[in-house]
């Protein structure tokens, strides 16, 4: 059964930093791998998805990275602002129909 | 395009009553999902559609629970009878053809208490 695991379950850091998420799953077979963000009390936004083939991702400010091999994909954010504060998940498509296993997420606070 | 619509955004119901949870998607979109997020076990997938069709339930928690797509711009989850365990929060998303390469939109969601 495939488990996603997100570390650290919150983080806070200061304005500018750059920061790392982590993402774990147990099963290396999968079609590919999405991050999110959620917003409290709204629903998610894709931010990256990762196809099984690829090794990286990046939009703007964020660069997520797939490693099927180890079972870890991880979401570098740059010079992080206020703005960026959310909870940020990842999922991993377990098949070909779009089925998406969710890890409980990262609560990132960004401080001015 | 107004994304995915939810309605409604709260219900408040009492344990034993049947509750409806809505859905439109996007236009064009041939896939829709139902997922429940709560504290203790985050987000599940429920069940997921593809042109109409259930393809996936097994996240369905227990027959109380029934989700129907009557055509390509709706669908309803409903719960009958409603437990005070059913409380979470309830999402709908689309996704163009509910394969794995497709970004899924989610809608608001319905936050839902089982008094």
């Known amino acids: 059964k495939q488990e996603v695991t997100q570390i650290p379950a919150a983080l806070s850091v200061p304005e500018g930093e750059n920061l790392v998420l982590n993402c774990s799953f147990t099963d290396s077979a999968i079609y590919n791998l999405q991050w999110f963000r959620q917003d409290p009390g709204k629903g998610l936004t894709s931010l990256l998805l990762i196809q099984s083939s690829q090794r990286e991702q990046t939009s703007g400010r964020l660069n997520a990275s797939l490693d099927k091999s180890s079972g870890r994909s991880t979401l570098y954010i740059a010079a992080s602002q206020p703005g960026d504060s959310a909870t940020y998940l990842c999922a991993v498509a377990h098949n070909q129909g779009g089925k998406l296993i969710f890890g409980q997420g990262t609560e990132l606070s960004v401080k001015p | 395009d107004a994304g995915v619509i939810q309605s409604p955004r709260h219900e408040v119901t009492e344990m034993g009553q049947e509750v409806t949870l809505r859905c439109k998607p996007i236009s064009g979109h041939n896939s829709l999902f139902w997922y429940r997020q709560t504290m203790m076990r985050g987000l599940e997938l429920l069940i997921y559609?593809?042109?109409?069709?259930?393809?996936?339930d097994s996240g369905m928690p227990e027959d109380r629970f029934s989700a129907k797509m009557p055509n390509a711009s709706f669908s309803t989850l409903k719960i009958q009878p409603s437990e005070p365990r059913d409380s979470a929060v309830y999402f709908c998303?689309?996704?163009?053809?509910?394969?794995?390469?497709?970004?899924?939109?989610f809608g608001p969601g319905t936050r839902l208490t089982v008094l």
């Open positions: 559609f593809n042109n109409n069709v259930p393809i996936d």
């Open positions: 998303a689309s996704s163009l053809a509910g394969v794995a390469t497709d970004t899924q939109y």
